[in-house]
């Protein structure tokens, strides 16, 4: 039996694509803001001195790092209700991966704070630089221009990672391409332009990161 490609079949339904990259820039967008602010968050807890702080951040970061993210979202979307606690398939979606990337990103922001030298802390206290002035100025700037490539790398990865959010119902392209399949039945058309445009996607977030890269944090070191 002999297959024949016809992606003229998707035409049509350019608009619920269209619909469907839209919310998955969206989704990626939102949880990045609030996922990188969360791993802000979790290292200066994971730094203060409360040990009760500390200890929260370590199991946050751990459990989340050491499980499925899959798991994560269905926990969250079947699991919390039974807790009193209903959430839509979008806010739902947010919310896990947010808490997702917020634990990945605290590991990537606390290996960039260490990477920069203890005595540059030093020189801020000395200059008569408040705590948050010294963390602020003196070692969180120098230390995104280490962690930028990683943490740019980390919006790509969770780009991508929305699609897991389908088993849920939330609107984003791969829920808009198991629409466009239970129309057509044209399983292979349907998700090799669904590929194409989640790789169209990657690649221009990756060139748009690499040149503000170049443009921001291309400065002399010494």
Excluded: H
Excluded at 6 to 18: Q, T
Excluded at 71 to 86: A, K
Excluded at 183 to 203: D, P, Q
């Amino acid at each position: 039996m002999t297959y024949r490609f016809d992606f003229s079949v998707l035409l049509p339904y350019w608009e619920i694509f269209l619909r469907g990259c839209v919310m998955t820039l969206i989704l990626a967008t939102v949880s990045t803001v609030i996922g990188l602010l969360l791993g802000l968050l979790t290292v200066l807890a994971k730094r203060c001195r409360f040990l009760v702080l500390r200890k929260l951040a370590t199991v946050y970061v751990e459990v989340i790092r050491n499980t499925p993210f899959l798991v994560q979202v269905l926990f969250i979307f079947f699991g919390l209700p039974e807790l009193g606690i209903s959430l839509s398939p979008q806010t739902a979606a947010v919310l896990a991966l947010s808490l997702n990337l917020g634990a990945f990103s605290a590991e990537i922001i606390r290996g960039g704070i260490d990477a920069i030298p203890r005595g540059q802390a030093e020189a801020g206290a000395a200059l008569g630089l408040s705590p948050l002035q010294t963390f602020g100025y003196v070692i969180l700037k120098p230390a995104l221009r280490v962690i930028f490539p990683a943490l740019s790398g980390q919006f790509v990865l969770l780009l991508l990672t929305t699609s897991i959010v389908s088993s849920i119902s939330a609107e984003e392209l791969t829920s808009a391409a198991q629409s466009v399949d239970s129309l057509t039945f044209r399983s292979f058309e349907v998700y090799i332009g669904t590929t194409l445009l989640y790789f169209l996607m990657s690649m221009v977030f990756a060139l748009a990161f690499k040149a503000i890269n170049r443009a921001c944090f291309s400065y002399p070191s010494k």
